[in-house]
């Protein structure tokens, strides 16, 4: 995540990296002196990130554990119950932080969020910490600011590349600058990359590490039209390597046989001393796709073929097979 702030406008971009390929904004408008919110996410309904029209945004890292001891006399709140309602009533981070300092944060002791709003300035949520700050520019990635003195030396390839390209560069308050920050900072698991206005409710979309096609929205044209929902992919031309993402991952057949196909080609290519991580790699994924699948109650027999094929591909690995068998059993119940 990337924040610039310049002559009284605030851009803001962020990429969301995850296995899920279904990707959607949903918009709910202003209703009982509430602000009208977009919010973006996946199919399972949880809001990744979201922004209202009062321009306040906000986004969420997974974290490593980080307890959170600071909870005596505060109110207790599901994850799902702890944004809607920051971003349907709030404007600002100075608002936001008094809210969550009367709120039981330990439903964060792997995640980390970041609010921004349109005068540029931001929270850093990391449970007992509630960061304010206000540097014209500020990148945020999954390490704790509270624990980094220095992000240079965070060990996180992708984003030491996008810091890179801020040191190389003159920052600009622009919507096209700050897509080629966000650029910089993808990775393969980014499933898409939206860049905010914060003042004039612009919001800028691009699919799957594909920066050459864009859509642009307008929040509060969106937001007149009542609440509704997009699918991402959808938004954009069915000839991208995103699109084709989208479909091989609904379909587990597809997933299954694409899968092979990587193991059966990399396994050939990779150096000897590689094939273990080539190994591990390919196992997460398709443990992560397949436990997606159950989450968001797909084809349950789906997520099945893919757990087999764990076992199918890596028999000698106990603990993949072990893993594997297991989610089996429960994903039968």
Same mark, same amino acid.
Not at 15 to 39: L, Q, T
Not at 58 to 82: P, Q
Not at 199 to 223: M, S, V, W
Not at 256 to 270: G, I, L, P, T
């Given at each position: 995540?990337?924040?610039?702030?310049? *002559?009284?406008k605030t851009i803001v971009g962020n990429n969301?990296?995850?296995?899920?390929?279904?990707?959607?904004? =949903?918009?709910? $408008?202003?209703? *009982?002196?509430?602000?009208?919110?977009?919010?973006?996410?996946? *199919?399972?309904?949880?809001?990744?990130?979201?922004?209202?029209?009062?321009?306040?945004?906000?986004?969420?890292?997974? /974290?490593?554990? #980080?307890?959170?001891?600071?909870?005596?006399?505060?109110?207790?709140?599901? /994850?799902?119950?702890?944004?809607?309602?920051?971003?349907?009533?709030?404007?600002?981070?100075?608002?936001?932080?008094?809210?969550?300092?009367?709120?039981?944060?330990?439903?964060?002791?792997?995640?980390?969020?970041?609010?921004?709003?349109?005068?540029?300035?931001?929270?850093?949520?990391?449970?007992?910490?509630?960061?304010?700050?206000?540097?014209?520019?500020?990148? +945020?990635?999954?390490?704790?600011?509270?624990?980094?003195?220095?992000?240079? /030396?965070?060990?996180? *390839?992708?984003?030491?590349?996008?810091?890179?390209?801020?040191?190389?560069?003159?920052?600009?308050?622009?919507?096209?600058?700050?897509?080629?920050?966000? @650029?910089?900072?993808?990775?393969?698991?980014?499933?898409?990359?939206?860049?905010?206005?914060?003042?004039?409710?612009?919001?800028?979309?691009?699919?799957?590490?594909?920066?050459? @096609? +864009?859509?642009?929205?307008?929040?509060?044209?969106?937001?007149?039209?009542?609440?509704?929902?997009?699918?991402? $992919?959808?938004?954009?031309?069915?000839?991208?390597?995103?699109?084709?993402?989208?479909?091989?991952?609904?379909?587990?057949?597809?997933?299954?046989?694409?899968?092979?196909?990587? =193991?059966?080609?990399?396994?050939?290519?990779?150096?000897?001393?590689?094939?273990?991580?080539?190994?591990?790699?390919?196992?997460?994924? #398709?443990?992560?796709?397949?436990?997606? =699948?159950?989450?968001?109650?797909?084809?349950?027999?789906?997520?099945?073929?893919?757990?087999? #094929?764990?076992?199918?591909? +890596? $028999?000698?690995?106990?603990?993949?097979?072990?893993?594997?068998?297991?989610?089996?059993?429960?994903?039968?119940?």
């Amino acid at each position: 995540m990337y924040k610039i702030t310049q *002559d009284g406008k605030t851009i803001v971009g962020n990429n969301e990296d995850w296995i899920n390929g279904n990707s959607e904004i =949903w918009f709910v $408008p202003a209703k *009982d002196n509430k602000y009208g919110v977009m919010n973006i996410g996946f *199919d399972n309904g949880f809001a990744q990130g979201a922004v209202n029209e009062a321009g306040l945004m906000f986004d969420g890292f997974a /974290m490593s554990y #980080l307890e959170v001891k600071n909870t005596k006399g505060k109110i207790k709140v599901s /994850m799902t119950e702890l944004i809607a309602p920051i971003m349907h009533k709030y404007s600002n981070v100075i608002e936001v932080k008094e809210h969550l300092s009367k709120i039981d944060l330990s439903i964060l002791d792997k995640s980390m969020l970041v609010f921004v709003d349109k005068s540029g300035k931001y929270l850093i949520v990391e449970g007992d910490e509630l960061i304010l700050g206000n540097n014209a520019e500020q990148s +945020f990635s999954n390490f704790y600011p509270s624990e980094t003195s220095n992000p240079e /030396m965070v060990n996180i *390839d992708f984003y030491q590349k996008g810091l890179k390209q801020i040191r190389e560069t003159e920052a600009k308050a622009t919507l096209d600058y700050c897509s080629s920050i966000m @650029n910089n900072f993808q990775q393969n698991l980014t499933q898409y990359t939206t860049i905010y206005d914060l003042k004039d409710g612009i919001i800028r979309l691009y699919h799957h590490q594909n920066f050459d @096609n +864009f859509i642009e929205l307008d929040l509060a044209e969106e937001l007149s039209k009542g609440e509704h929902k997009l699918s991402i $992919p959808e938004l954009f031309p069915k000839n991208t390597k995103g699109y084709k993402y989208y479909e091989i991952y609904n379909n587990a057949d597809s997933v299954v046989s694409y899968y092979e196909s990587v =193991w059966e080609k990399m396994s050939k290519q990779v150096p000897p001393e590689s094939i273990k991580m080539l190994e591990a790699t390919i196992s997460q994924y #398709l443990t992560l796709t397949a436990d997606e =699948w159950v989450k968001t109650n797909k084809d349950k027999n789906g997520a099945i073929k893919m757990y087999k #094929l764990i076992i199918k591909l +890596f $028999p000698e690995n106990k603990e993949a097979k072990k893993s594997a068998k297991k989610k089996i059993k429960q994903t039968k119940r």
